[in-house]
């Protein structure tokens, strides 16, 4: 595992979407691009900054790449946590004590069944139906959000909890793939058209990186 000074981001795809929106944003000033599907990201500026992503749904197995970084986004995951107290204190253990950077943790966005319904934005919340329809476990990602926002503002290194409930409202802005040897079309209800809400990520970590200077 790799040092990196700069930005890293820990985390999911949907994680790896806002790196590769912010990739799009930054390449006229980068000196190096590259990546792998969701498996990593890395974007070098010419300036010497650097924007660094990892896969993983266990923040633990990517404390290497802490240590040197100014700026940690992390997306705590789709993945089902046992507990979030736990979860979120194995997080926060990784950081130095004397570690000078903040930490941004991104909340999950939610997936909408049947997405493909929607050709423009809700006027009313979408949510996932109830638990025995609940095919992906989607309904819980609000528990999941809440819990790791309200505990982890009693750690040092928190800085920001990255949370756009409006995306309730957009079930219009999902991804439509082409799988398999015909390349038939397949929807993907949980993630987005870049630049789309990527772009409100990024432009809501930006404003925040500049109130906090």
């Known amino acids: ?7 890293v981001m820990i ?3 949907l994680l790896f979407q806002q790196w590769m929106d912010l990739a799009c944003l930054l ?6 691009v590259n990546f792998q599907d969701k498996s990593y990201g890395d974007l070098v500026l010419k300036s010497g900054g650097r924007v660094y992503y990892s896969y993983s749904t266990s923040v633990g197995r990517r404390a290497a790449l802490i240590p040197n970084a100014t700026i940690v986004i992390i997306s705590h995951s789709s993945a089902a946590y046992a507990k979030y107290d736990d979860s979120i204190e194995e997080l926060f253990k ?3 004590t004397n570690w000078k950077g903040k930490v941004f ?4 966005s939610p997936g909408h069944y049947n997405c493909g319904k929607h050709k423009i934005p809700s006027h009313v919340p979408i949510v996932a139906p109830s638990k025995n329809k609940d095919t992906y476990n989607w309904r819980s990602f609000q528990d999941r959000n809440q819990a790791w926002e309200n505990v982890s503002r ?6 920001q909890f990255l949370h756009f409930p409006m995306l309730d409202y957009r079930p219009d802005a999902h991804v ?10 397949k929807l993907d209800c949980l993630h987005w ?4 809400v990527p772009r409100l990520w990024n432009a809501l970590l930006y404003n925040n990186l500049n109130i906090s200077k």
Do not use: T
């Not at 943790?105 to 999950?108: L, M, P, S």
């Not at 009693?154 to 800085?159: A, C, G, K, P, V």
């Open 1 to 7: 595992q790799r040092r990196v000074h700069g930005i």
């Open 11 to 13: 985390g999911d795809s």
């Open 27 to 32: 390449y006229r000033q980068s000196s190096y």
């Open 94 to 96: 990784q950081f130095p």
């Open 105 to 108: 943790i991104r909340a999950v």
């Open 154 to 159: 009693n750690y040092r290194h928190f800085s």
């Open 176 to 185: 439509l793939r082409k799988v398999g040897v015909k390349k038939s079309v």
């Open 193 to 196: 058209c870049l630049p789309g």
